[in-house]
C-alpha cells in the first residue's frame, strides 16, 4: 500500500479473505481469530460450491517472493531486478497455465517498469471482472505482507481457476501492477491507456492489497455497494462483522478505476492504523496496536503474515470469482414454482392477456378446473397474447416451463403450417406450435429455461392465425419449477 493518501473519500479496494475449512497455521502467526457462528445451512453450502484455495500454496509463492528479494539486494521495488525477478515468477507460472499474459511497459511511472495482464480465454470479451494487486514493495524490506500476500493470492485463485476449467459466464482478467508504491502509478498508466469502449468493459474491479497483516481487520471498501456484495456475503459466513476501510482510502490501485467510473471493491486487513478495543474485541488481536507492525520495514518478511487472514482472503476471492465469473455461481437455489395463477382459477391476475383469453366458456374444455387460456380459433386474421413477469431463483440445477396445451383446426394442410402458437421468455423463442400439432386432447410441453436463471423475464404466448380455417390454442396448467 502507499504510504500517503492521495484523496479523501475514494475506498481502498484491498481485502482479506477467508475460508471455511481453516488450514493448519504455522508456529510464525499469531493471527487474530473470529467468533465461531452457526451459519446456514444453505449459506454455507453456497461457500462450498467456489474451491477451496490452499493456504499451503499461497504461503509457497511468498516464500518465492522473499527468496527473490534476499537474491536481489534485499527488495522487489518497481524497476529493480527484484521487482522483475518477481514478474517472472507470476509471468511463468500463468503461462503454463494457459493464460493470455502480455507485459505492459509504464513509461511514465517513477521507476519505469512493466505492469502484467493476465486473461482467462472464456467468457464475453464485452463483460469483464478485473482482479488486480501490486506486485511491487518499497525499498526498505522484502516487502511481504505489503504486497506479495496480494500478489499470491491472486495468483494461487488464478492457477486454481486455470485446473478447474469452469464454464464462465464473464472475462476473468488478473493484474499485477508496478509503482504502486511510488504513487498508484502503474495502475494510473493501465486505466489511462484504456479506451471508453475498454473501460465499459469493465463490469468491476477488485483489489487487493496487505491481506495477511498480523493484528488485521476485516475491512470492505465501499462496503455497503452491489459490487461489494459477494465480498461481504463470505465474510457475513464466517460473521466476521466486516467495516468499511477508511484507512485505505485513496492509497490503493482502485483508485484510478474508481475514478474513471469503474466500480471497485476489495477486501483490508490493514496497515499502520491501530486497532481499537471494539475491533479486538470482536476480531482477535492486540487493541491500540498496529495492524501491520512491519509496514514499510525491513521485518516485512514471510514471517510478518496471518495464516488466518491470508486464507481468509485466498478464499474470499475465490468465491467472489465463481459468484461473478463462472456458470452455475453459487447463489443457493431457493427453487419452487414462478408461475402465478398457472391453472387460472384465480382471474387474470398476474397475467396480462387479450380480452377473453382467460376464460371459462364451454367451447373448449379445461384440463383442471374450469378455467384455462384460449386464444384464436375465429378463422380470420387475428392476433392474441398471455404473458406473465416471471422471476427465476439463481443457483438450480433445472429450471423447466411447463404447460398443458390442446390445439385443434380445421385446417386439412399436413404441410404447412398456417396458425402459430409462439413461447417467449423476453425476446428469446423458446418453442413454436401450430396447426400442424393438432391433436385430440391436452398434451404436456416442458422447455428448459436454465439459460434465463437469476433473471426477471416476460413469459409469453402469443397464437397469430390467417385468415381462414380455424385453429385453436389451448393452455391450462402452467408451471415454471426451479429445483
Same mark, same amino acid.
Not at 471482472?129 to 495468483?155: C, K, Q, R, Y
Given at each position: ?32 481469530? *473470529? ?59 500463468? $503461462? ?21 495482464? *493476465? ?44 485446473? $478447474? ?93 474508481? $475514478? ?8 483490508? *486487513? ?16 492486540? *487493541? ?181 380455417? $380455424? ?13
Amino acid at each position: 500500500m502507499r504510504g500517503r493518501t492521495l484523496s479523501a473519500g475514494i475506498a481502498l479496494a484491498v481485502f482479506a479473505g477467508m475460508t471455511v475449512p481453516l488450514a493448519a497455521q504455522p508456529a510464525t502467526a499469531s493471527p487474530p481469530t *473470529a467468533t465461531t457462528v452457526n451459519r446456514p445451512i444453505a449459506a454455507s453450502a453456497a461457500a462450498l460450491a467456489a474451491p477451496d484455495i490452499s493456504i499451503a500454496n499461497v504461503q509457497a509463492h511468498l516464500t518465492q517472493f522473499n527468496a527473490i528479494a534476499t537474491s536481489n539486494g534485499g527488495n522487489r521495488r518497481a524497476g529493480s531486478a527484484g521487482y522483475t525477478a518477481s514478474l517472472n515468477y507470476v509471468k511463468t507460472r500463468l $503461462q503454463s497455465a494457459g493464460y493470455t499474459v502480455s507485459e505492459q511497459y509504464c513509461s511514465s511511472c517513477r521507476y519505469p517498469s512493466n505492469n502484467l495482464i *493476465a486473461e482467462w480465454p472464456g467468457g464475453p470479451a464485452d463483460q469483464v471482472v478485473m482482479f488486480g494487486a501490486h506486485l511491487d514493495g518499497v525499498a526498505a524490506g522484502p516487502g511481504i505482507n505489503d504486497n506479495a500476500t496480494g500478489s499470491s493470492t491472486l495468483l494461487e485463485n488464478a492457477l486454481v481457476l486455470a485446473a $478447474q476449467n469452469p464454464t464462465m459466464t464473464k472475462r476473468v482478467r488478473f493484474a499485477w501492477w508496478t509503482d504502486e508504491e511510488q504513487g498508484l502509478n502503474g495502475s494510473r498508466f493501465y486505466v489511462n491507456s484504456l479506451s471508453a469502449t475498454q473501460r465499459g468493459y469493465i463490469k468491476g474491479y477488485y483489489n487487493f492489497d496487505m491481506v495477511g497483516s498480523t493484528n488485521g481487520g476485516y475491512f470492505i471498501n465501499r462496503v455497503t455497494s452491489t459490487t461489494a456484495a459477494p465480498l461481504k456475503a463470505y465474510w457475513d459466513l464466517l460473521g466476521l462483522q466486516p467495516e468499511e476501510n477508511i484507512e485505505g482510502q485513496g492509497r490503493s490501485d482502485d483508485y484510478y478505476f474508481q $475514478q474513471a467510473g469503474i466500480p471497485t471493491s476489495g477486501y483490508a *486487513a490493514g496497515a499502520s492504523a491501530r486497532k481499537t478495543s471494539a475491533q479486538a474485541a470482536k476480531w482477535g488481536g492486540t *487493541a491500540n496496536s498496529a495492524y501491520d507492525p512491519c509496514y514499510h520495514r525491513s521485518c516485512d518478511t514471510t514471517a510478518n503474515v496471518s495464516a488466518t487472514v491470508l486464507n481468509r482472503a485466498a478464499d474470499g476471492v475465490a468465491y467472489a470469482l465463481w459468484q461473478l465469473a463462472v456458470g452455475g455461481g453459487t447463489p443457493t437455489c431457493t427453487g419452487g414454482q414462478v408461475v402465478g395463477n398457472g391453472g387460472f382459477e384465480s382471474g387474470s391476475t398476474p397475467w396480462t392477456a387479450s380480452s377473453g383469453v382467460i376464460t371459462n366458456a364451454s367451447g373448449q374444455p379445461a384440463r383442471t378446473g374450469s378455467y384455462k387460456a384460449w386464444l384464436n380459433g375465429f378463422g380470420s386474421t387475428r392476433t392474441e397474447s398471455l404473458s406473465q413477469s416471471v422471476t427465476l431463483p439463481a443457483g438450480c440445477a433445472t429450471y423447466t416451463l411447463s404447460f398443458w396445451l390442446h390445439i385443434d383446426t380445421a385446417e386439412t394442410t399436413s404441410s404447412t403450417a398456417y396458425d402459430r402458437l409462439t413461447v417467449q421468455a423476453g425476446s428469446t423463442t423458446l418453442a413454436t406450435y401450430s396447426n400442424l400439432n393438432a391433436a385430440t386432447g391436452y398434451v404436456q410441453r416442458s422447455l428448459n429455461v436454465a439459460a434465463f436463471a437469476g433473471q426477471t423475464v416476460t413469459l409469453r404466448f402469443t397464437g397469430t392465425e390467417d385468415s381462414s380455417l $380455424q385453429t385453436t390454442f389451448v393452455i391450462d396448467d402452467v408451471t415454471l419449477q426451479a429445483s
